[in-house]
């Protein structure tokens, strides 16, 4: 019964971080690698997104984090723009009771997201490292590309295509130059994915609301069981 109640409370609460920002990461095996796939894949599929996206977040997730769950990103380029970012955006998270500590505001998880610009599309309230949970980085990314991809189609600045939706979520601008694409667009072009293909509101699924989202955020991580890395 102990063993039970104490699995349904850590569910209610995102999975941690896989050790520190000045600590070495885990060793990762191929096991773990194949249970985030399988995650990646289940959430998307549960929140209605199609198969070429769960595709796309893979991919993404390979080369951003090897799938490794709870990443905290160390090299150089990582904690340095993640310092100039918190400088430039404090004022977003008034309130955040987070917010004057600049060490937590790195950069997190499956995809390399950085704190600063991607708690506020969780919750402008969280604990930046909500990121290091899989399934609160796969519903973030899936919001990310929504708006991106709604916002090329209403202006026309360029296509909505795979490789410029995903430019727009990993670089914050929209419509980059090729050559910031071109690496992107091998990747993709190997794993079978058409980095040209426009992508649709289908494609992309139903973003939970936000008064919804810890509840569905709570039930696909006890659906999928993600392994705690702190366990």
């Not at 409370?9 to 249970?35: G, N, V, W």
């Not at 209403?154 to 980059?176: E, I, Q």
Request: proline share 6%.
């Amino acid at each position: 019964m102990l063993s039970t109640y104490l699995l349904a409370a850590a569910l209610t609460r995102p999975a941690p971080c896989a050790h520190a920002l000045d600590t070495p990461r885990p060793r990762l095996s191929r096991a773990e690698q194949i249970r985030t796939a399988r995650l990646i894949r289940a959430v998307v599929d549960e929140t209605g997104g199609s198969d070429t996206f769960a595709d796309v977040l893979v991919l993404v997730a390979k080369r951003e984090s090897s799938l490794q769950p709870g990443l905290v990103h160390r090299l150089p380029a990582d904690t340095r723009g993640s310092a100039a970012a918190w400088r430039h955006t404090r004022g977003l998270y008034d309130g955040n009771p987070f917010a004057a500590d600049a060490e937590r505001w790195q950069t997190y998880g499956l995809f390399g997201m950085n704190s600063n610009y991607f708690t506020q599309v969780w919750d402008r309230t969280a604990d930046p490292q909500v990121l290091c949970d899989a399934v609160v980085d796969v519903l973030v990314y899936q919001r990310a590309a929504q708006r991106i991809a709604a916002k090329l189609r209403r202006t026309g600045a360029c296509a909505a295509t795979w490789a410029n939706v995903h430019a727009g979520v990993s670089g914050g601008k929209l419509c980059p130059p090729e050559a910031r694409l071109a690496d992107f667009r091998r990747r993709a072009s190997k794993a079978g994915i058409d980095p040209d293909r426009l992508v649709t509101a289908a494609d992309l699924g139903r973003s939970p609301a936000p008064g919804e989202q810890e509840a569905v955020r709570a039930r696909l991580r006890a659906m999928n069981m993600q392994p705690s890395p702190a366990s």
